[in-house]
Structure formats: structure tokens, C-alpha cells
């Protein structure tokens, strides 16, 4: 076994992890949050793979710099969750879409949590 095998992300079956439905709705909202300014993208990094974390930073980034075009200042996102839909295509893998809807639109939030190291993760989130 190399140093790199050993030191990967365990996987852990979902009998021995919480129910993802909270993490779900939070997730999104922070990830919202974060889009919007009003929250620290390191704040959810202990949920999130790698690779998603940084594909989120690359998206934080993006939102940023759009707001200081336009000139406007960071907002607090007004959403309700309408709805959560869960499949699980094998054991300690979960994918779902979140509804959210705001003010003007409604969107869906894609995410893929995977049972590692004893904690859900997220391996993918996509709002689309």
C-alpha cells in the first residue's frame, strides 16, 4: 500500500451515517450563501471533496467578480426549499435535487454525497 492509498478518503457504507436530508438543506443553503457573498467558502470545506471544493472556489470567484462589475454589494439570499428528491444508486452514495425557490426564479441544485471517512460528502454541486 503507497502513502497516497493510505492516506484516501475511507469509504463508509449510509447504515453507519445520519440521514443526508439535513446536510442537503444546508449545504445548499451555504453554498447559496456563498455565491452571494454573505458567507466564507471555507466554512464548508470539511463537506466537500476536493476537487468539488475547488470547483465551488472557481465558481465563488466568478459570482465575486460579477457583483463588483455591476457595482452592488453582497446580499443575504431569500430562498425556501420546496423540495428534496434523494436516489441512491449504491450503498453510501446519495444523489439528489434541491428545489429552491427565490425571488424571480426557481432553481435546482444537483449534489452527490458520498459516505467517506465516516461523514457525507460532497463529491458534486451543480445549481442550475
Given at each position: 500500500?503507497?502513502?497516497?492509498?493510505?492516506?484516501?478518503?475511507?469509504?463508509?457504507?449510509?447504515?453507519?451515517?445520519?440521514?443526508?436530508?439535513?446536510?442537503?438543506?444546508?449545504?445548499?443553503?451555504?453554498?447559496?450563501?456563498?455565491?452571494?457573498?454573505?458567507?466564507?467558502?471555507?466554512?464548508?470545506?470539511?463537506?466537500?471533496?476536493?476537487?468539488?471544493?475547488?470547483?465551488?472556489?472557481?465558481?465563488?470567484?466568478?459570482?465575486?467578480?460579477?457583483?463588483s462589475?455591476?457595482?452592488?454589494?453582497?446580499?443575504?439570499?431569500?430562498?425556501?426549499?420546496?423540495?428534496?428528491?434523494?436516489?441512491?444508486?449504491?450503498?453510501?452514495?446519495?444523489?439528489?435535487?434541491?428545489i429552491?425557490?427565490?425571488?424571480?426564479?426557481?432553481?435546482?441544485?444537483?449534489?452527490?454525497?458520498?459516505?467517506?471517512?465516516?461523514r457525507?460528502?460532497?463529491?458534486?454541486?451543480?445549481?442550475?
Amino acid at each position: 500500500m503507497t502513502l497516497q492509498e493510505y492516506f484516501a478518503p475511507q469509504p463508509t457504507p449510509a447504515s453507519a451515517l445520519p440521514s443526508p436530508t439535513p446536510l442537503l438543506r444546508s449545504l445548499t443553503q451555504g453554498v447559496l450563501e456563498v455565491f452571494a457573498g454573505v458567507r466564507e467558502l471555507d466554512q464548508l470545506a470539511r463537506w466537500f471533496s476536493e476537487d468539488a471544493f475547488r470547483k465551488l472556489g472557481a465558481r465563488a470567484n466568478l459570482s465575486a467578480r460579477a457583483r463588483s462589475a455591476r457595482g452592488t454589494t453582497p446580499d443575504r439570499p431569500v430562498f425556501e426549499v420546496l423540495s428534496i428528491h434523494e436516489t441512491v444508486p449504491t450503498d453510501g452514495i446519495v444523489e439528489a435535487v434541491v428545489i429552491v425557490s427565490g425571488p424571480g426564479r426557481t432553481r435546482a441544485v444537483a449534489i452527490r454525497l458520498e459516505g467517506l471517512d465516516r461523514r457525507w460528502r460532497a463529491t458534486s454541486f451543480a445549481v442550475l
